[in-house]
């Protein structure tokens, strides 16, 4: 069974730490992206990747930044975490092959800031 | 103007009742739509493609209307195990990356 996997399911950090929300995907999918989910917002995309070492900004990059080093794993940093950060969080790839179809996404992670 | 609105309901209704819900979206260059559910607390996960000639899976079925920019999913006689949260999702084709609407919100009440 195809897997996206995250690391937490839920996070409670203080504002101001440095925050780091691993990703991990065993299909080996070119696309990766990070999504954040806020009631009546919707999913909004914060970064992609389509190759290892590369980023792409997504709809609200700012204070966020990504880090891939392997194809396989896609880490989503919060420099200085602040209360409007708290938000559930997906992980997701995909394969360009497959166009809009074979998105997977991982179970979520709901990061609480206090 | 966002790029897919929804209806966010919520929309409550008794079991085997018939529910529609619709989207519509900006970018006429749009490739491909899907409907996606939503459970709560839990990752989206593909419903069903849709297409212009529509499509049909079991008691769902989603329709295209390209000229108009609206695509539909209809249920029919709705389960309890129906209530989710759906969500409207485009492919523009030439970014690799989906575009959500923000969901419609569905109970189905005993």
């Known amino acids: 069974d195809v897997k996206v996997t995250q690391s937490s399911r839920y996070l409670v950090k203080r504002t101001g730490e440095k925050v780091f929300l691993e990703c991990v995907q065993d299909?080996?999918?070119?696309?990766m992206f990070w999504y954040r989910q806020d009631p009546g917002l919707g999913l909004r995309l914060i970064y992609f990747s389509y190759d290892v070492k590369m980023k792409e900004k997504g709809d609200i990059p700012e204070g966020y930044s990504v880090s891939r080093e392997k194809k396989e794993r896609f880490s989503l940093i919060l420099e200085s975490a602040s209360t409007n950060q708290t938000s559930m969080y997906l992980c997701a790839s995909s394969s360009p092959g497959l166009g809009g179809y074979g998105y997977t996404f991982g179970s979520g992670t709901r990061l609480t800031v206090v | 103007r966002k790029e897919v609105e929804q209806d966010p309901g919520p929309f409550n209704v008794p079991e085997g009742a018939t529910v529609a819900f619709n989207c519509t979206y900006s970018n006429s260059a749009s490739q491909s739509f899907f409907w996606y559910r939503q459970d709560c607390r839990k990752e989206p996960k593909l419903l069903m493609s849709?297409?212009?000639s529509g499509n049909e899976d079991g008691r769902f079925t989603a329709q295209l209307n390209r000229a108009s920019q609206y695509i539909s999913l209809l249920i029919r006689d709705s389960k309890l195990s129906d209530s989710a949260t759906y969500l409207c999702v485009l492919y523009p084709g030439s970014a690799r990356q989906l575009t959500f609407g923000s969901g419609t919100q569905l109970t189905v009440l005993p």
């Open positions: 299909m080996d999918h070119e696309n």
């Open positions: 849709v297409y212009s």
